[in-house]
Structures are given as C-alpha cells and as structure tokens.
C-alpha cells in the first residue's frame, strides 16, 4: 500500500487544535465529515482487512474529492488510513 498523505504536520492554523486533516488528492486544507459508520469485523476480516471492526468517516474536500478515513482494530492495535479517494461533486451547496 502506498503512503498517503492525509495529515498537515505543521498546522500553524490552530497547533493547539491537533494535526490539520487535508485532502489525499489535492491537499486541500477545508475539509468535511459526514457522520462515521461502524462495522462490526466479528473477528474474521468482514469489516475490513483487519480482523476486528472498524471506523469509517466519509470525508469531503471543497475542491470536489471525496474519501473514507477509516480506523481499523486488529488484534489489540488500532490502525489509521485513507480508503476509497473519488472524485464527486456534491449536490448540497457544495462542489
């Protein structure tokens, strides 16, 4: 799998705030989520490609690409990483 970029390391805006997420694709800085789902993994890789369950937060840039930031738990370890970048345009008043 090959690295992604998912985390502004020097986020000058709020540091105080935690690490800037921004846009795989484009590294657009205005991001949003729309609200997580869960997804039981009952121990044999049915939520993701770990064992246990997992996390998925749909995520949007206001340049027009979209995402899952998932957090997966796997044998008593959590894991973090961007799934399923696409383009699309949203039809809420946003591109």
Same mark, same amino acid.
């Given at each position: 799998?090959?690295?992604?970029?998912?985390?502004?390391?020097?986020?000058?805006?709020?540091?105080?705030?935690?690490?800037?997420?921004?846009?795989?694709?484009?590294?657009?800085?205005?991001?949003?989520?729309?609200?997580?789902?869960?997804?039981?993994?009952?121990?044999?890789?049915?939520? %993701?490609?770990?064992?246990?369950?997992?996390?998925?937060?749909?995520?949007?840039?206001?340049?027009?690409?979209? %995402?899952?930031?998932?957090?997966?738990?796997?044998?008593?370890?959590?894991?973090?990483?961007?799934?399923?970048?696409?383009?699309? %345009?949203?039809?809420?008043?946003?591109?």
């Amino acid at each position: 799998m090959a690295e992604t970029t998912y985390f502004k390391k020097n986020n000058t805006y709020a540091p105080e705030y935690g690490q800037l997420i921004i846009c795989p694709q484009c590294s657009c800085e205005e991001t949003h989520m729309l609200p997580p789902e869960v997804k039981g993994g009952h121990d044999n890789h049915e939520a %993701w490609q770990g064992r246990g369950s997992a996390i998925f937060i749909p995520m949007y840039c206001e340049n027009g690409h979209a %995402w899952d930031l998932r957090i997966g738990f796997h044998k008593g370890q959590c894991f973090m990483d961007v799934e399923n970048v696409r383009n699309e %345009w949203r039809n809420d008043g946003m591109r």
